[in-house]
């Protein structure tokens, strides 16, 4: 196994930095890693915000539902599904491109590209020792994000991203086992096998939690996913996607 893949084997969320900004220097890489992500027909479309003003970062981690670590990070980026600028090139070359950029295809391909570059400049970050913690807080109220931001029609903030220096040692969370998630030509949909394969999880999960907490909590995953998706969460996103000429045909 190289060191790559042992880094990400590792991966785990970071949500304590150390009062530490990151350099000019490892903006642009990890940037720039972020920009050697596959794209698809080569359309790349996303961009990325890097918030540095602090007042903006509170204001930001308030709207995220409190967590204070958007604003007590090294760097706070935020991911964006962005087709403004192909908006414009279809003004400036004369090209009818509405109905294609409105399509709910390209809005797929730009959350697509957001969330792959997304991924590679989470990978740089951690090849170069710092920690990273997705914030999809930020689509509590995107309204209020978008006005922050300045973003215009067809700009989405989707998620961010905190990357700084760690300040806590957190242990690895378990995922689904292999066979749970690899599918070999068929997709496995037998109730019983996923009943099984869950429970053997839940019992992993379980004991996760009881040793990371000594003892206070020792939850199953199905009971945490019952109990998150059985509560109506960010109900307007459709509308709001709609509104920013995404995804309306």
């Known amino acids: 196994m190289n060191e790559t893949i042992k880094m990400m084997l590792e991966h785990r969320s970071v949500r304590k930095f150390k009062d530490e900004a990151l350099t000019a220097e490892q903006i642009e890489v990890i940037v720039k890693a972020a920009q050697s992500a596959s794209t698809s027909s080569f359309i790349q479309a996303y961009s990325i915000i890097g918030v540095t003003d602090q007042e903006k970062r509170e204001k930001l981690a308030a709207l995220a539902g409190g967590q204070s670590y958007v604003a007590e990070t090294g760097h706070f980026f935020v991911f964006c599904a962005d087709l403004y600028r192909h908006s414009l090139i279809g003004q400036w070359d004369g090209a009818d491109v509405n109905d294609s950029l409105e399509s709910m295809e390209k809005f797929m391909v730009a959350v697509i590209d957001a969330s792959l570059a997304a991924q590679n400049a989470s990978v740089a970050a951690e090849s170069m020792g710092l920690g990273i913690c997705y914030i999809g807080g930020i689509r509590n109220h995107l309204d209020e ?5 300045g973003t215009p029609e067809h700009v989405i903030p989707l998620f961010g991203l905190t990357v700084g220096v760690p300040d806590q040692e957190t242990a690895v969370k378990p995922r689904y086992p292999f ?4 599918h070999e030509n068929t997709y496995q949909s037998d109730e019983e096998a ?8 839940n019992d992993v999960i379980s004991s996760y939690y009881h040793q990371r907490t000594e003892g206070k909590r020792s939850d199953k995953w199905t009971e945490q996913m019952a109990g998150m998706l059985s509560r109506k969460s960010r109900m307007y996103m459709k509308d709001f996607v709609e509104k920013k000429k995404f995804a309306r045909k």
């Not at 994000?145 to 931001?149: I, K, T, Y």
């Open 179 to 182: 066979k749970t998630v690899y």
């Open 145 to 149: 994000v978008s006005e922050l931001l």
């Open 194 to 201: 996923v009943r099984s394969e869950l429970e053997e999880y």
